[in-house]
């Protein structure tokens, strides 16, 4: 984002400078030196990348740092010009009113590239894109109309600078025309946020005030009593400042004080230990009738999986009003994806014990993969469905299946790594899981050093195992537990001197671990 801004202004800096050549510039002299002053931003960018592997670079502010990072073959900006292609071919399929406001996951989903995954694992709800995201939102009449705000725009303070004789409004016109430059680059490679808006309908407002020739609206100040003022307005007028009092004061409660009241109490939901207590704030959130109730759903779903109490016989009303809702809000909206995915891995976790809810879990995914056949998550989970049914070779199709779609995936390899070695393959389980290392596989969480820590030991690979927690250390040398592991491992390969300073080093950390230094 911030490299896009840096991108923004040098372009608006030379829309700015090329204006006021052509525009303000009155004598040869000044000419010459905005003609020069042009290729400064050229200069200026060259410049920062000539010193990308210089000491020098790191003397500069960090923005300057980050502006010598632009390159194309960046991950985030593969990823970018991979969602751009995708918007394309979701544009193609609905290209004149689009697949709706707010509904680019949608289109993004069903055209999704698989090849995003070989950059970056994050999911894209938005193209990165404003120009793209309305086209695939709005399609070509939604698009011409919001780029019609931008010509008639520019149009407007080119006709402003021809016809002004005083050089600081052609100046100040000058300047709404780098702001809005500024802006339309910057959303090339970003999206619009509530605070963006507000300043991007300001600036509108302002432009627009320039054009119709700045006429201001004198006040009389004081001379003439309020009441007297109020009644020279017509009566039409007055109840239009009373209708649009009224839709201002609507528009923020339900746009914000109904919103914030569901969130706050979706929050103080995710914070209850009692199950009792958690499905009560949870029905008064959803009852608040606040628009973010579906993302309150998803949160609490997330919740309950990551606490493992989505298994267990005390949640089960919790369970069954969460999944309940979740199936409602699958049936009225668009297909969400992303909730599709996570309500399959929420049946598949509550059937350890009610093991009828695996027909759900297949069914959800199913509808998922029909929904987006190239996006791999519902693969992985469909596979645990029926590796917990106890249908290994069925299940291990589904996750070479999700390998299939992109060999370079680094996630499709772990997981199928991990599923071949739940399933007794372990030398297969063992070469995709280093072949996911490989591939810069992000194993930082404690999940998957959990996962991989079992396959080594489980295969008494404990070089491999020291080696990998050499690294566990290095990330979290403040994780007196990773390091109490490291001391065993170096103990069982005959490495007693680094066991001992590494169990030494846990205690520091954690007394607890005293126990553990007297057996070294």
């Known amino acids: ?56 670079l790191k003397k500069f502010p960090y923005a300057f740092q980050r502006m010598a990072t632009i390159y194309f073959d960046k991950p985030t900006a593969r990823t970018r010009l991979i969602s751009l292609q995708v918007s394309w071919e979701a544009f193609k399929e609905r290209p004149i009113l689009g697949w709706g406001q707010e509904n680019f996951k949608a289109g993004y989903s069903k055209h999704f590239d698989p090849e995003h995954l070989t950059y970056e694992q994050a999911w894209f709800d938005r193209a990165h894109n404003k120009v793209a995201e309305v086209a695939v939102q709005n399609g070509a009449i939604g698009l011409a109309r919001y780029l019609t705000i931008f010509v008639l725009g520019f149009l407007g303070m080119v006709r402003l600078l021809k016809w002004q004789s005083s050089v600081s409004e052609q100046l100040l016109a000058v300047g709404v025309v780098m702001l809005g430059t ?27 005030f320039l054009m119709s020739g700045g006429q201001t609206i004198r006040v009389n100040k004081g001379k003439e009593p309020v009441s007297l003022r109020w009644k020279k307005i017509a009566t039409g007028r007055r109840l239009l400042l009373f209708a649009g009092g009224i839709l201002a004061l609507y528009t923020l409660v339900w746009a914000n004080w109904i919103p914030y009241k569901t969130a706050e109490l979706g929050r103080e939901r995710l914070e209850a230990k009692d199950p009792s207590q958690a499905l009560a704030m949870y029905n008064k959130a959803m009852e608040s009738g606040g628009f973010p109730k579906t993302e309150v759903t998803r949160a609490i779903m997330e919740t309950m999986m990551s606490s493992k109490r989505t298994g267990t016989s005390e949640w089960t009303n919790v369970f069954m009003r969460v999944s309940g809702d979740a199936e409602s809000v699958l049936a009225e909206e668009y297909p969400n994806l992303q909730l599709l995915i996570m309500l399959g891995k929420l049946y598949n976790e509550r059937s350890f014990i009610e093991p009828h809810y695996f ?90 050093i959990n996962n991989l820590t079992t396959v080594y030991t489980s295969m008494n690979l404990n070089d491999r195992l020291a ?17 109490a592991i490291l001391a065993t491992t170096y103990a069982k390969i005959g490495a007693p001197v680094k066991a001992k300073e590494q169990v030494l080093k846990a205690v520091q950390l954690d007394k607890r671990y005293e126990q553990n230094a007297a057996q070294f």
């Open 359 to 448: 027909s759900n879990a297949e069914r959800v995914l199913q509808k998922a993969i029909a929904l987006s056949p190239t996006r791999p998550e519902a693969y992985y989970e469909l596979g645990v469905t029926h590796l917990q049914r106890g249908e290994g070779v069925k299940g291990l199709l589904f996750f070479r299946d999700a390998l299939a779609l992109n060999k370079m995936n680094s996630r499709a390899h772990w997981v199928l790594g991990l599923a071949l070695a739940s399933q007794k393959h372990a030398e297969e389980g063992l070469s995709e899981l280093e072949t996911a290392l490989a591939a810069g596989y992000d194993w930082d969480n404690s999940i998957d």
């Open 467 to 483: 080696r990998f927690y050499e690294q566990v250390v290095a990330r979290h040398p403040t994780n007196a537990q990773y390091r």
């Open 1 to 56: 984002a911030s490299r896009g801004a840096q991108v923004a202004m040098l372009v608006a800096v030379g829309v700015g400078i090329v204006l006021a050549l052509v525009f303000v510039a009155k004598n040869l002299r000044t000419r010459i030196v905005l003609a020069g002053a042009l290729i400064a931003p050229v200069v200026f960018f060259g410049g920062i990348i000539a010193l990308k592997a210089s000491p020098l």
């Open 182 to 208: 500024a802006y339309f680059v910057q959303n090339l490679f970003l999206f619009d946020m509530p605070m963006s808006y507000v300043l991007f309908f300001s600036s509108l407002a302002f432009a627009g």
